[in-house]
T-cell receptor, first 114, second 112 residues
Framework: DSGVTQTPKHLITATGQRVTLRCSPR?????VYWYQQSLDQGLQFLIQ???????AKGNILERFSAQQFPDLHSELNLSSLELGDSALYFC?????????????FGDGTRLSIL | GESVGLHLPTLSVQEGDNSIINCAYS??????FIWYKQESGKGPQFIID?????DKRQGQRVTVLLNKTVKHLSLQIAATQPGDSAVYFC???????????FGGGTRVLVKP
């Protein structure tokens, strides 16, 4: 158990809809990262928050957004969903803000777009 | 987990043998490298990391080797066990150090 909690585990929705994925980091971790894992693209970094502020951005679409709340949990919002957004979405956390340290991953949310 | 690439390279290993998983990284300026293990239905699990000022680092039953000359990283697992069956990913920080870039993964199958 990594200590990172993601909800829900599974989400099924339709094209054009909007969903929110939730992540609680490990106790004491200030950084939260979001990743997308799909069959054709592998694990792709989306965005990082550190202590409530956006710190780094990866391959995140404009239809996607995230935030980190004062209690350090984070939410990833995906809107105007398309079939190609079907994937596993992982959250990871770490103590500090840099990428040169281990990130600890949750077990992901499987998003299926019908 | 099971949804990771259908055409992953696969390493078949006899239980008790040593495994070597290789990774070619892309950026010579990367200063941090990390290995993850992903079991079916789970998120990536941290195994071991290494910084660019080192050539070798050992953990419990695992060793990571870094060859910066040829931009090659390897993970050695000693006395491979059935529980080691998983997909293994290497990752690097890249030149700017502002993201973690993952390789495509290698599936390890341990035969009893």
């Amino acid at each position: 158990d990594s200590g990172v909690t993601q909800t829900p585990k599974h989400l099924i929705t339709a094209t054009g809809q909007r969903v929110t994925l939730r992540c609680s980091p490990r106790s004491g971790d200030l950084s939260v990262y979001w990743y997308q894992q799909s069959l054709d693209q592998g694990l792709q970094f989306l965005i990082q928050y550190y202590n409530g502020e956006e710190r780094a951005k990866g391959n995140i679409l404009e239809r996607f957004s995230a935030q980190q709340f004062p209690d350090l949990h984070s939410e990833l919002n995906l809107s105007s969903l398309e079939l190609g957004d079907s994937a596993l979405y992982f959250c990871a956390s770490s103590v500090a803000s840099g990428f040169n340290q281990p990130q600890h991953f949750g077990d992901g949310t499987r998003l299926s777009i019908l | 987990g099971e949804s990771v690439g259908l055409h992953l390279p696969t390493l078949s290993v006899q239980e008790g043998d040593n495994s070597i998983i290789n990774c070619a990284y892309s950026n010579s300026a990367s200063d941090y490298f990390i290995w993850y293990k992903q079991e079916s239905g789970k998120g990536p699990q941290f195994i071991i990391d290494i910084r660019s000022n080192m050539d070798k680092r050992q953990g419990q039953r695992v060793t990571v080797l870094l060859n910066k000359t040829v931009k090659h990283l390897s993970l050695q697992i000693a006395a491979t066990q059935p529980g080691d069956s998983a997909v293994y990913f290497c990752a690097e920080t890249g030149a700017a150090g502002n993201k973690l870039t993952f390789g495509g993964g290698t599936r390890v199958l341990v035969k009893p």
